[in-house]
Structure formats: structure tokens, C-alpha cells
């Protein structure tokens, strides 16, 4: 398969396209390193080429960055050596950059060697931008669509390639962090006034080879190749240089609380190569990089974070042989918050949208939140007045129930009562087409019970959004005992309209994400009853990853919806609920009117604009702070069990059926500690025999809620783990 060829034209320009066949967007493969290497070489020895120009053949885009898969490959041809492996590896891929950015100069005279420029024709991420950092000049296109950036930090790793090297040298450590620690893409202009790229034009290709045929061979040396070089900003050794890596570090372990090795990882490597020359440098970036994908935490990630989720994003687990459901017209019953959110999403994504609420006033509220969002846009320059017509004009708000003819999906999401949207199901189904999808956005009724307003269940489908909707990445899908096929294709056909990540999960109390999330918070109200700092409780949860502590998420969800639910459990499961000393806390603290963030007033105490103040001492009144705080860890395996077990017995009772949807669901939904790649990971990185023998020592000494479940119990035994047991690659053939 040919992904790299060369030509070269009557000019003396060669140019290097990179077209990989079947792919809409290029990655980089061993075929394709090897490939390029040639090409490269062929261009270096004709002396009829002047120039170089490297691009892409695809419309609007350079490249996607590397195939991950390759990195595992490197490690598993290197059997019992795979960190050697790797490193390796690595080193042949700087070595090939490297050939690229001398261009066949003398290394002493730095004299001889042939322009090389990079045109993007469009989006270049990773590799697709550390390639071109290689090069002599790079030359983008002003498509305003395009994003350029190294988002690898975001699955585990950091830009292993020279990136992280040659943008440090380019820029300075204090301008290339945000670039490598945030993993941001940038638009074409924001991309050169970071320095990330040098010029933007209309037609990058035919601006690099005028350059090309221009260039003066002081134009291809690069700064850190020529006598007298200085990094930018100063090196760790200079005085400005050393403040720049103290607040660096403080900046990193602030983020990610240390629960992140790629960026420790990619700090180390830029404060180490800065003390050494270039090519030295770029050993120890690869052996940084090494260190990291050695780390279970990095495949985990990748594999999470990565692999799984493009292939829940493209429909791993779409049903087969249903034709593209993707929804012309949707109708949103309720314009509260959730409503209102769904229906902006919706508007985005192109869709006719009907807003319904009980009288105009309120459906205009609801269709205001959108009108907001996008003045919020325009002021950022992130939209246009023209824009925010166009997407207002798509919202119909009306209490009229007729203006439903004609959907195709609707969502409702009425007052989480069961017999409110019993009656908005009833007189809905009576309005809208015999073939339109009915969903709801409950988040804890279950959904066959629900379908049982529904005249038509195998219709009747849940679509659980997160809060805020346009700003969370997942979408839970709830199937009913009676839900059909088309039903689930057509709420995941939506979902991938939306631009968010779907997961399917089977009708049970709290479903799956919330039945996980739940015991979490629990956990923290019962150490709170235990005499636990609420900062320890808190902290600790943080240095977990998660992007806030029990207690706090308490207040951020308000504590009287906790109570609600609380209540509404035990009323449903009767004898069986099991009682918790939590309960007694939130009671107290609902009966003190103390709501949470909403009320000013909760675990916190709030200033007058609503900022955090303090952790709330009144509560020590009722539950006195222990004179003997836990440890760290203890409070942490805590936090960790607790979670990983409900989802365990989820994947045991079968509500969920692929374990790539209970790790990206539980990181994307509540932000369950992304190093780890989620909790049934979470338990592979442990090992489960440890985890089966932790959690009989928990039960012990907790109760029962650390109880192991027999699939653990089972795979404990056997030795398995969940990733080759319930192997989707397997589960599908």
C-alpha cells in the first residue's frame, strides 16, 4: 500500500505527498515511515530536485497523528526487551526527522543542504504536526475549520516524535508549555501567533515551493543547530530559565495533582534536554516517552481514552443491518435546564427543533439559554451574529403540542416524576408519526417502566445527557425490556450527530453511570459521619484524578436532590435498601435548609458572589472531626473500590455488554480517574487476585458494599483479566 509518494516538476520542486488509501484522514504507519524515508532519500539524491514541499493528498487536512497501535507493536516485536523495543523505535523516528530538518547538509558547515517546507493543507495533530516541525517552514491553510496541535497528553503520552524537543527550543519552555501540558488544537491564526507555524495562506502549497525556490541556505539551519544558540526564555541553569521550571512544576503538579505520569514525564524531559545539545535532548525525550508507554497507566489510557472511544464513536455497537436513522426534525419536552441544553446541542448539529414547555413564557427561557450561549460565542470570536440567527431560527419555542407533527425523535424531559411523564408520553404518542422514536432524559427512573405509558415500547428508549449538556462528551443510552433495534440505532445515530460519545446500557435502577457515581458520593458522606476531614476526603479524590471530591460534587449537585433520590430509592426498594449513615447527614443538612452551591450554603460556606469559601465547621457539631485522621491511601482505596465494584456487578448482571463502555462511560461522565483508563481497567492495572483479596479486608472492616462479586471472585481465581476475558474483538467475532 503506497501512502508516501514523490514527484518533482519542471521548477526542480519535489514534492512528498502523503495519501493514505481507504483512510479520510492520514496516520502514520510503519509502511509509511518507511516510505517517506525513501522518498526523502531519493529527493536528498537527485540533483535535479532544488527543493522539497511535504503535503497531504486529502481535502482540508495534513494528518491525524500516528497510529497508536504501531507503539504497541514496537513493544510486543521486542518480546522480552519491549522497553529497548520502544526506545528503538523511537530513535529510528528521530533519526528520520532529524534527516529531514539537515536536509542533506554538511554537519559541520551546515552548508549543502536542500530547502524542505511543510504545506497543511488542513488539521495536522501529533505527528502531523511533528513532522512538519522538522521541516524548514510551515505553511498552513486559512480553512477556518482546520486545527493544528498536539493533543497527546489527552491519552496518556506526550508528543514522543521531537515535538516535545524541538517546540521547547522554538518557543521557549514558558510559551511551548501550554501547547504540550493543555493538548489544545489551534486555529490556523492562533497557531502562528503561538509560533507553532509560520505563515497562513490561501494556497499553503504553492506559497512553499515559492519558498522553496527562494530560500537562502541560512533558511534552513534551524536556531538550535547554529553557533551561539540560546533557548529562549533562558535554560534551567539562567535565572529567568529557573523560575520559568519552578513555576512549571507548580503549574503541572497542580493539574494534575500527580496522578498524571505523561506530564511529569514530559516536564523531565524538557528540563533535561534543555541542559544538554539537541541530539542528546532527543535521547532523552525518547527515553522519557519510553518510560511512559511502559507505564500501565499510558496503555490504559490509550486504549481508553483513544481506541475505544473512536470505536464507540463511529458504532461499535450500533445494531447491524438498520438503515441511518439521523433525525431531520426533534421535539424536547421541557425547556428546563436539561431541555433547554438538548435543544441548543440539537440546533448545532442542523436539526429542526420544537420546544415545548407548559406556556410561551417558559419555552422562550428555554430557547433563551441558546441565544445566551451564543452571545457568549460571538464575544470569544468563536461565532456570528449570522450564525446565531441561523441556529435560533431552527428552535421553535410553544407550549402547542401540534407543532410535534412531523418529528422523528423526541426527548423528553419533563419533572422526574413517573406519573408526569406518564401523561406527556400519552397525549405526545397521540400527536407525533406512528414511526417517530420516543426517549427519555431520566436520570434514575427505569426505563421499562416508563415504556409502560407508551403505546408503542419497542419504541420507547432513555437518552441520559449529563449536565451541562452542551458541555459534557457523553450520552448514556438505556435500553427497555421491550426497546427494538431501530430504537437504539436511532438514539445512536443522534448522539453521533451531536458530536458526543454514546454508550448502551441495559434498563436497571440508576442505569449504569449513576449507579457507579452514587456510592462515590455516598462514600464521602459516610466517612463525613466517621469524623474524616472533609478536606482529606476531598483531596483525596483530586490526587485520584477525579475533577472534584465527594463532598464537594455534593454541593455542586445540591444536597436536597440527594435527599430526593435517597427517599425515592428506599421507598422502591423497600426492605432492602440499604441504610446508610449518609442519609442521616444530608436529612440534617436538607432540614437546616443548607441546599449546596444553589442555596450559598452547604458543605461550604459561600461569599456573596457564590465563590467557595470554607468547608462549613457547623457540621462538626453533629459529626466531631476525628483527633486520628485515616491515611491517604485508605481513604482512596475507599473512593476506588466502592465505584469499580458497582461496575463490575453491572458487567456481571449484564446491564453493561461491552467493558469499552463502562471505562470511556466512567471517565467522560463523571471524570472516574483517567490515568487508570476506568474502573474495569482500573482492576486489570491491580491484578485481580490482589483486587479479590483487597476487597474481602474492605468488607471487613467496612461491611458489605466492598463485598467481591463472584465474577471477580472467578477471574481472581483464574487469573484473568477483563480486557482478555471480555475481549470486544473476540465478544464480536
Given at each position: 500500500?503506497?501512502?508516501f509518494?514523490l514527484?518533482k516538476?519542471?521548477?526542480?520542486?519535489?514534492?512528498?505527498?502523503?495519501?493514505v488509501?481507504?483512510?479520510?484522514?492520514?496516520v502514520?504507519?510503519?509502511?509509511?515511515?518507511?516510505?517517506?524515508d525513501?522518498?526523502?532519500?531519493?529527493?536528498?539524491?537527485d540533483?535535479?530536485?532544488?527543493?522539497v514541499?511535504?503535503?497531504?493528498?486529502?481535502?482540508?487536512s495534513?494528518a491525524?497523528?500516528?497510529?497508536?497501535?504501531?507503539l504497541?507493536?514496537?513493544?510486543?516485536?521486542?518480546?522480552d526487551?519491549?522497553a529497548?523495543?520502544?526506545f528503538?523505535g523511537?530513535?529510528?523516528?528521530h533519526a528520520?526527522?532529524?534527516?529531514?530538518?539537515?536536509?542533506?547538509?554538511?554537519?559541520?558547515?551546515k552548508?549543502?543542504?536542500?530547502?524542505?517546507?511543510?504545506a497543511?493543507?488542513g488539521?495536522a495533530?501529533?505527528?502531523?504536526m511533528?513532522?512538519p516541525f522538522?521541516t524548514?517552514?510551515?505553511?498552513?491553510?486559512?480553512?477556518?475549520k482546520?486545527?493544528?496541535?498536539?493533543?497527546?497528553?489527552?491519552?496518556g503520552?506526550f508528543?514522543?516524535a521531537?515535538?516535545?524537543?524541538?517546540l521547547?527550543?522554538?518557543l521557549?519552555?514558558?510559551?511551548?508549555?501550554?501547547?504540550?501540558?493543555e493538548?489544545k488544537?489551534?486555529?490556523?491564526k492562533k497557531?502562528?501567533?503561538a509560533?507553532?507555524?509560520?505563515?497562513?495562506?490561501?494556497?499553503?502549497?504553492a506559497?512553499?515551493r515559492?519558498?522553496?525556490?527562494n530560500?537562502?541556505?541560512?533558511?534552513?539551519?534551524?536556531?538550535?543547530?547554529?553557533?551561539?544558540?540560546?533557548?529562549?526564555?533562558g535554560?534551567?541553569?539562567?535565572?529567568?530559565?529557573?523560575?520559568t521550571?519552578?513555576?512549571?512544576?507548580?503549574m503541572v503538579?497542580?493539574k494534575?495533582q500527580?496522578?498524571?505520569?505523561a506530564a511529569?514525564a514530559?516536564?523531565?524531559?524538557v528540563?533535561?534536554?534543555?541542559?544538554?545539545?539537541f541530539?542528546?535532548?532527543?535521547?532523552?525525550?525518547?527515553?522519557?516517552?519510553?518510560?511512559?508507554?511502559?507505564n500501565p497507566?499510558?496503555?490504559?489510557?490509550?486504549?481508553s481514552?483513544?481506541?475505544?472511544?473512536?470505536?464507540?464513536?463511529?458504532g461499535?455497537?450500533?445494531?447491524?443491518?438498520?438503515?441511518?436513522?439521523?433525525?431531520?426534525?426533534?421535539g424536547?419536552?421541557?425547556?428546563?435546564m436539561?431541555?433547554?441544553?438538548?435543544?441548543?446541542?440539537?440546533?448545532?448539529?442542523g436539526m429542526e427543533?420544537?420546544?415545548?414547555d407548559?406556556?410561551?413564557?417558559?419555552?422562550?427561557?428555554g430557547?433563551?439559554?441558546?441565544?445566551t450561549?451564543?452571545?457568549?460565542?460571538?464575544?470569544?470570536?468563536?461565532?456570528t451574529?449570522?450564525?446565531k440567527?441561523?441556529l435560533l431560527?431552527?428552535?421553535?419555542?410553544?407550549?402547542?403540542?401540534d407543532?410535534l407533527?412531523?418529528?422523528?425523535?423526541?426527548?423528553e424531559?419533563?419533572?422526574e416524576?413517573?406519573?408526569?411523564?406518564?401523561?406527556?408520553t400519552?397525549?405526545v404518542?397521540?400527536?407525533?408519526?406512528?414511526?417517530?422514536?420516543?426517549?427519555?432524559?431520566?436520570?434514575?427512573l427505569?426505563?421499562t417502566?416508563?415504556?409502560?405509558a407508551?403505546v408503542?415500547p419497542e419504541?420507547?428508549?432513555?437518552?441520559?445527557?449529563?449536565s451541562?449538556?452542551?458541555?459534557m462528551?457523553?450520552?448514556?443510552?438505556?435500553?427497555?425490556?421491550?426497546?427494538?433495534d431501530?430504537?437504539?440505532?436511532?438514539?445512536?445515530d443522534?448522539?453521533r450527530?451531536?458530536?458526543?460519545?454514546?454508550?448502551?446500557?441495559?434498563d436497571?435502577?440508576f442505569?449504569?453511570?449513576?449507579r457507579c457515581i452514587?456510592?462515590?458520593?455516598?462514600?464521602?458522606?459516610?466517612?463525613l459521619?466517621e469524623?474524616?476531614?472533609?478536606?482529606?476526603?476531598?483531596?483525596?479524590?483530586?490526587?485520584?484524578?477525579f475533577?472534584?471530591?465527594p463532598v464537594?460534587?455534593n454541593d455542586?449537585?445540591?444536597i436536597?436532590l440527594?435527599a430526593?433520590?435517597?427517599?425515592a430509592?428506599k421507598?422502591?426498594?423497600?426492605?432492602?435498601y440499604?441504610?446508610?449513615?449518609?442519609d442521616d447527614?444530608?436529612?440534617w443538612?436538607?432540614?437546616?435548609?443548607?441546599?449546596?452551591?444553589?442555596a450559598?450554603?452547604?458543605f461550604?460556606?459561600y461569599?456573596?458572589?457564590?465563590?467557595r469559601?470554607?468547608?462549613?465547621?457547623?457540621?462538626?457539631?453533629?459529626?466531631?472531626?476525628a483527633?486520628?485522621?485515616?491515611d491517604?491511601?485508605?481513604?482512596?482505596?475507599?473512593?476506588m473500590?466502592?465505584?469499580?465494584?458497582e461496575a463490575?456487578?453491572?458487567?456481571?448482571?449484564?446491564?453493561?455488554?461491552?467493558?469499552r463502555?463502562?471505562?470511556v462511560?466512567a471517565?467522560?461522565?463523571?471524570?472516574?480517574?483517567p490515568?487508570?483508563?476506568g474502573?474495569?481497567?482500573w482492576l486489570?492495572?491491580?491484578?485481580?487476585p490482589?483486587?479479590?483479596?483487597?476487597?474481602?479486608?474492605?468488607e471487613?472492616?467496612?461491611?458489605?458494599?466492598f463485598?467481591?462479586?463472584p465474577?471477580?471472585r472467578?477471574?481472581a481465581?483464574?487469573?484473568?483479566?477483563?480486557?482478555k476475558?471480555?475481549?470486544?474483538?473476540?465478544?464480536?467475532?
Amino acid at each position: 500500500m503506497t501512502e508516501f509518494t514523490l514527484s518533482k516538476d519542471a521548477d526542480g520542486v519535489g514534492t512528498i505527498t502523503w495519501d493514505v488509501p481507504g483512510k479520510s484522514m492520514n496516520v502514520m504507519s510503519f509502511e509509511g515511515l518507511a516510505q517517506l524515508d525513501t522518498c526523502v532519500d531519493q529527493a536528498l539524491a537527485d540533483d535535479d530536485i532544488k527543493g522539497v514541499v511535504i503535503t497531504s493528498g486529502k481535502n482540508g487536512s495534513f494528518a491525524g497523528g500516528m497510529d497508536l497501535n504501531l507503539l504497541a507493536k514496537m513493544k510486543d516485536d521486542a518480546g522480552d526487551e519491549p522497553a529497548r523495543g520502544l526506545f528503538e523505535g523511537v530513535m529510528k523516528i528521530h533519526a528520520l526527522l532529524r534527516k529531514i530538518e539537515r536536509a542533506g547538509m554538511d554537519p559541520k558547515t551546515k552548508k549543502g543542504g536542500k530547502p524542505i517546507a511543510s504545506a497543511l493543507p488542513g488539521t495536522a495533530a501529533g505527528i502531523g504536526m511533528e513532522l512538519p516541525f522538522a521541516t524548514h517552514r510551515i505553511f498552513v491553510s486559512d480553512n477556518p475549520k482546520a486545527k493544528y496541535g498536539l493533543p497527546e497528553i489527552m491519552v496518556g503520552i506526550f508528543p514522543g516524535a521531537g515535538g516535545t524537543t524541538r517546540l521547547v527550543r522554538k518557543l521557549g519552555a514558558m510559551a511551548a508549555s501550554p501547547l504540550l501540558l493543555e493538548g489544545k488544537m489551534l486555529e490556523a491564526k492562533k497557531a502562528k501567533g503561538a509560533g507553532m507555524v509560520d505563515e497562513v495562506t490561501a494556497d499553503p502549497v504553492a506559497a512553499a515551493r515559492d519558498w522553496v525556490l527562494n530560500a537562502k541556505p541560512v533558511d534552513i539551519v534551524k536556531p538550535w543547530d547554529a553557533k551561539g544558540y540560546k533557548m529562549p526564555g533562558g535554560a534551567p541553569y539562567h535565572p529567568a530559565g529557573f523560575m520559568t521550571f519552578v513555576g512549571a512544576s507548580a503549574m503541572v503538579h497542580s493539574k494534575t495533582q500527580g496522578a498524571f505520569p505523561a506530564a511529569k514525564a514530559l516536564l523531565s524531559a524538557v528540563y533535561e534536554g534543555a541542559l544538554v545539545d539537541f541530539d542528546t535532548a532527543l535521547k532523552i525525550e525518547a527515553r522519557w516517552f519510553t518510560s511512559v508507554l511502559m507505564n500501565p497507566s499510558s496503555g490504559a489510557m490509550i486504549r481508553s481514552l483513544f481506541l475505544n472511544k473512536e470505536a464507540l464513536d463511529k458504532g461499535a455497537v450500533r445494531p447491524k443491518d438498520i438503515p441511518d436513522q439521523s433525525v431531520q426534525k426533534i421535539g424536547v419536552l421541557g425547556a428546563g435546564m436539561m431541555g433547554a441544553g438538548i435543544a441548543l446541542v440539537s440546533a448545532q448539529a442542523g436539526m429542526e427543533v420544537v420546544l415545548i414547555d407548559r406556556d410561551q413564557a417558559a419555552a422562550d427561557k428555554g430557547k433563551s439559554y441558546a441565544e445566551t450561549y451564543m452571545d457568549k460565542g460571538i464575544k470569544r470570536g468563536k461565532a456570528t451574529p449570522e450564525k446565531k440567527d441561523a441556529l435560533l431560527a431552527r428552535i421553535t419555542a410553544t407550549p402547542d403540542l401540534d407543532q410535534l407533527k412531523g418529528c422523528d425523535l423526541i426527548i423528553e424531559a419533563v419533572f422526574e416524576d413517573p406519573g408526569v411523564k406518564a401523561e406527556m408520553t400519552k397525549k405526545v404518542e397521540a400527536i407525533i408519526p406512528e414511526d417517530c422514536i420516543f426517549a427519555s432524559n431520566t436520570s434514575t427512573l427505569p426505563i421499562t417502566d416508563l415504556a409502560e405509558a407508551s403505546v408503542r415500547p419497542e419504541q420507547f428508549i432513555g437518552i441520559h445527557f449529563f449536565s451541562p449538556v452542551e458541555k459534557m462528551f457523553l450520552v448514556e443510552i438505556i435500553k427497555g425490556g421491550k426497546t427494538g433495534d431501530r430504537a437504539v440505532a436511532k438514539a445512536l445515530d443522534y448522539v453521533r450527530q451531536i458530536r458526543k460519545t454514546p454508550i448502551v446500557v441495559n434498563d436497571a435502577r440508576f442505569f449504569y453511570c449513576n449507579r457507579c457515581i452514587i456510592p462515590y458520593i455516598n462514600e464521602g458522606l459516610r466517612m463525613l459521619t466517621e469524623g474524616v476531614s472533609p478536606a482529606l476526603i476531598d483531596n483525596a479524590a483530586r490526587q485520584l484524578g477525579f475533577p472534584v471530591g465527594p463532598v464537594q460534587l455534593n454541593d455542586e449537585t445540591s444536597i436536597d436532590l440527594g435527599a430526593k433520590i435517597a427517599r425515592a430509592t428506599k421507598a422502591a426498594m423497600g426492605d432492602d435498601y440499604p441504610d446508610s449513615p449518609g442519609d442521616d447527614l444530608i436529612f440534617w443538612m436538607e432540614d437546616l435548609g443548607r441546599m449546596g452551591r444553589k442555596a450559598n450554603a452547604g458543605f461550604f460556606e459561600y461569599d456573596d458572589k457564590g465563590k467557595r469559601v470554607e468547608y462549613w465547621k457547623g457540621m462538626q457539631e453533629k459529626y466531631p472531626m476525628a483527633d486520628k485522621q485515616p491515611d491517604l491511601i485508605a481513604v482512596q482505596e475507599r473512593l476506588m473500590f466502592v465505584q469499580v465494584l458497582e461496575a463490575v456487578r453491572a458487567l456481571e448482571e449484564g446491564v453493561l455488554e461491552d467493558i469499552r463502555e463502562g471505562d470511556v462511560g466512567a471517565i467522560l461522565a463523571w471524570g472516574f480517574a483517567p490515568w487508570s483508563g476506568g474502573p474495569l481497567s482500573w482492576l486489570d492495572i491491580l491484578g485481580t487476585p490482589y483486587a479479590a483479596e483487597r476487597c474481602d479486608q474492605l468488607e471487613e472492616q467496612f461491611g458489605e458494599r466492598f463485598a467481591c462479586p463472584p465474577l471477580l471472585r472467578e477471574m481472581a481465581a483464574k487469573g484473568q483479566t477483563f480486557y482478555k476475558r471480555f475481549d470486544p474483538a473476540k465478544t464480536a467475532a
